[in-house]
């Protein structure tokens, strides 16, 4: 039988469960706005427009959190730029807790985001540059379904805390990662790979966005950006709003929050078998597989009409699209050399923040509007299968491949 340099080496299983108790943090935290929203809406009288605005603000900070940590990270390191990540949303998040005002949370919502969008980028960079060929989809695959532990964590807050609390006792309890960021800054360091590269080459900001756009690398930069752009509107678009929508479809709030719960338990084996696959049949066969499936899945929930429908919708949109994040994670790395690698993933995932941004704003515009759910998780079909097709024209298989140097 053969054996697994994954989980044979303590340093590198040390490494994937220290970060992904940091993308755990992220992931609870993200997930946690959906809740409060939920709750805001009701007791501050928030309109759907305001709520898509609330929901988009902590996408807007993420947006220029990828970008920004990216490039810090190509410069400065990924261990360092991980932890000053960890600690900005932290501290923002238990802040939030002091907001008066909607204008007041959107603002610490924003600084939130930015710490949030800096931290994946560079936390799937350094795993992904730490691990043997062999092992290295699998591993950032794993890394990403800490991602379900996470908004286990923020459902289970909202049904617990929320409804005997507050949404202000949610927040404070987002503020905890703060101290394991301490932790953190002995439990890991930066990959050889690049200690490596920062001996060799050293290139200002406006070199690396070249590299990227660069003609050898010019068609996966399109192909990645458009893949991005395309999951991100939908998750955002589809997840932030799915206790509203609970609700919209006659649930009662802590109803929507437990049946939020069941949908989210399902992205856990999404994860473990996209960790198998990807290695066993590659990346463009998980992600375009497991985005078709999410695809069909969000025609689904749209038409669902009975809880059981319902449920079984959720769950199988959960399966899949969180499954797809894993392969999506995991195959971006791989598509740039060491020296521009956290530039390349970071602009990348800072473009698909857009339409995090954009997605939230939209479902609350088109709702206000009178818009069908219906309607609404039909444009995510389409949307999802726009990225698809991206990834078939485009995009190049990195299976077994070693990273670029």
């Known amino acids: 039988m053969r054996s697994n340099p994954l989980m044979n080496d303590p340093k590198r299983r040390k490494l994937l469960f220290s970060a992904g108790l940091s993308w755990m943090f992220d992931a609870m935290d993200v997930g946690m ?117 996470g908004w286990i964590l923020s459902a289970l807050i909202a049904y617990f805390v929320i409804p005997d609390y507050g949404w202000k006792m949610a927040f404070v309890i987002g503020a905890l990662p703060v101290f394991y960021a301490l932790y953190l800054r002995r439990a890991i360091e930066d990959s050889p790979r690049y200690i490596q590269q920062k001996k060799e080459q050293r290139l200002t900001f406006i070199q690396r966005v070249q590299s990227v756009w660069s003609q050898e690398h010019r068609k996966t930069t399109i192909m ?80 669902a009409d009975s809880i059981g429908e319902l449920l079984a919708a959720g769950i199988s949109l959960s399966f899949f699209n969180l499954g797809a994040w894993g392969g999506l994670y995991a195959y971006s790395p ?16 800072s473009f698909g923040r857009i339409g995090g941004v954009i997605a939230p704003l939209l479902v609350g515009v088109l709702k206000g509007n009178g818009t069908s759910i219906e309607s609404i998780f039909m444009m995510f079909f389409v949307t999802i299968l726009i990225g698809v097709a991206g990834v078939l024209l485009w995009g190049k298989e990195t299976k077994g491949r070693e990273l670029a140097d």
Not at 334 to 349: D, H, I, M, N
Request: proline share 2%; charged share 10%; aromatic share 16%.
């Open 33 to 149: 706005i959906s809740f409060v929203v939920a709750a805001l809406a009701s007791e501050w009288s928030l309109s759907s427009q305001q709520v898509g605005l609330l929901t988009s603000t902590t996408s807007v900070g993420m947006a220029f959190g990828a970008a920004l940590a990216g490039f810090f990270a190509d410069k400065y390191g990924r261990k360092n730029i991980l932890l000053w990540t960890l600690l900005i949303f932290s501290i923002a998040s238990g802040l939030s807790a002091l907001a008066t005002g909607f204008v007041m949370l959107c603002i610490l919502r924003f600084i939130a985001g930015f710490g949030l969008g800096g931290e994946l980028p560079v936390a799937s960079t350094l795993v992904s540059e730490s691990m043997p060929v062999e092992e290295r989809g699998r591993a950032v695959v794993l890394l990403e379904s800490f991602w379900a532990a």
């Open 224 to 303: 990645l950006w458009l893949l991005w752009f395309t999951v991100v509107f939908s998750y955002y678009g589809m997840f932030l709003w799915l206790p509203t929508v609970m609700v919209d479809k006659g649930f009662s709030l802590v109803r929507s929050f437990q049946y939020v719960l069941i949908m989210t338990l399902a992205q856990l084996p999404g994860y473990f078998t996209a960790a198998y696959f990807i290695e066993k049949w590659g990346r463009k066969f998980v992600l375009v597989v497991y985005l078709i499936c999410t695809a069909l899945s969000a025609i689904w929930f749209g038409y």
């Open 334 to 349: 791989e598509l740039y050399p060491t020296r521009v690698r956290s530039t390349g993933v970071g602009l990348a995932t």
